[in-house]
C-alpha cells in the first residue's frame, strides 16, 4: 500500500481536495493530508481528517504524542506528495525551498516524487514570477499536472483552474507505477 501525502493550499479549489483524498482513499492508498493555515480559511481539517481516516496537521509546532517531529515522519513516509490545489505562493516557496508551514517542511524533507496541482487567476499563472518558480521546479524533477483553462473562480476566463481530480489521480498512479 502507497502513501501519499496531500498538501492543501488557500485556493478556492481547496474543497476539491476533499474528493481527491476521497478518491484516493477508495483506490486503497494511506493518505494523509496537511493544510496551510491559508487553506483552513477555505475547508476544514475535519472534512479532510474523516475523508483521510488520518489526523490532518495544521501547525507544526502543536503538541502530539510523538517524540519525533511529525512533518519528517510524514516526509520519510511519504511515497509521493500531491500539493492540490498549489496557490501561487506555495509554488514561489518549493521553488526557494522554503520551510515555513507544515507542508513546506515536509515538501523540503521529503525525497518522494512531488506532483503540484496548481490553481490560480490567470494573471498569477503568466505572471514571469510564477512562470520562473515552476519552471525551476520543473528543472528539479517536480511534476506538475494543468491547470486548466476555464471559467476562474475570480470571474475570469484563461489558463489557472486545477485540472480534475480524475486527472490528478491518474498522474499520481502513473508516478507510482
Ligand atoms: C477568495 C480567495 C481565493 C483565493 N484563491 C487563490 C487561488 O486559487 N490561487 C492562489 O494562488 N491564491 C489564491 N488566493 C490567495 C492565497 O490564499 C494567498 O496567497 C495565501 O497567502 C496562500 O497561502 P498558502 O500558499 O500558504 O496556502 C485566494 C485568496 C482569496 C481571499
Redesign the pocket.
Known amino acids: 500500500m502507497k502513501t501519499i501525502v496531500i498538501g492543501v ?5 481547496a474543497y476539491k481536495a476533499a474528493d481527491l483524498t476521497s478518491q484516493l482513499v477508495k483506490l486503497g492508498y494511506e493518505v494523509h493530508v496537511t493544510m ?4 483552513c ?2 475547508i476544514t481539517p475535519l472534512t479532510l481528517q474523516t475523508l483521510s481516516r488520518h489526523n490532518v496537521v495544521t501547525d507544526p509546532f502543536a503538541i502530539t504524542g510523538e517524540w519525533r517531529p511529525g512533518h519528517i515522519a510524514l516526509a520519510d513516509q511519504a511515497d509521493l506528495l500531491i500539493v492540490a ?1 498549489a ?4 509554488i514561489a ?1 518549493l521553488a526557494h525551498g522554503f520551510a515555513n ?1 507544515y ?1 513546506t517542511e515536509i515538501a523540503l524533507a521529503t525525497r518522494a516524487p512531488i506532483l503540484l496541482a496548481p ?3 490567470g494573471k ?1 499563472w503568466e505572471h514571469p514570477a510564477t512562470k520562473e518558480n515552476t519552471a525551476k521546479l520543473s528543472e528539479r524533477g517536480v511534476h506538475f499536472v494543468g491547470p486548466a483553462s476555464g471559467l476562474l ?2 470571474g475570469y476566463e484563461g489558463v ?1 483552474r486545477m485540472s480534475p481530480v480524475e486527472d490528478i489521480v491518474a498522474r499520481a498512479a502513473q508516478i507510482l507505477a
Open positions: 493550499t488557500g485556493s478556492i479549489a496551510t493555515p491559508a487553506a480559511q477555505f490545489p496557490s501561487a505562493n506555495t516557496a508551514n507542508l490553481a490560480m487567476n498569477m473562480a475570480c489557472g
